[in-house]
């Protein structure tokens, strides 16, 4: 059976400990405080940190397209056939 949603990706969450300078922490407390007042919905430090991550990586074009020249780069297949190092005898 074919659907249109492809299967989902891997959701498993990764922890991630990080320690921050304090004023990058008074600067995430102020969004925080911010995200509540523009939202209505009070929000952790620590759940907002990975979506402000993808936000930032998600916009910035140039790691972007540093990354897709990353993948394409070593995701190429070898040009050459795999070499076969068990000698005629060592059967």
Do not use: C, W
Not at 69 to 85: D, M
């Amino acid at each position: 059976m074919t659907l249109k949603l492809s299967k989902l990706p891997n959701r498993t969450p990764i922890k991630v400990t990080s320690t921050f300078p304090p004023d990058v922490h008074g600067a995430l407390t102020d969004y925080a405080r911010i995200y509540e007042e523009t939202y209505g919905a009070s929000e952790k430090i620590e759940d907002l940190v990975p979506y402000i991550i993808a936000n930032f990586l998600d916009a910035d074009n140039g790691f972007k397209k540093a990354r897709r020249q990353l993948t394409a780069a070593t995701s190429k297949p070898t040009t050459r056939p795999p070499v076969n190092l068990a000698r005629e005898g060592d059967k």
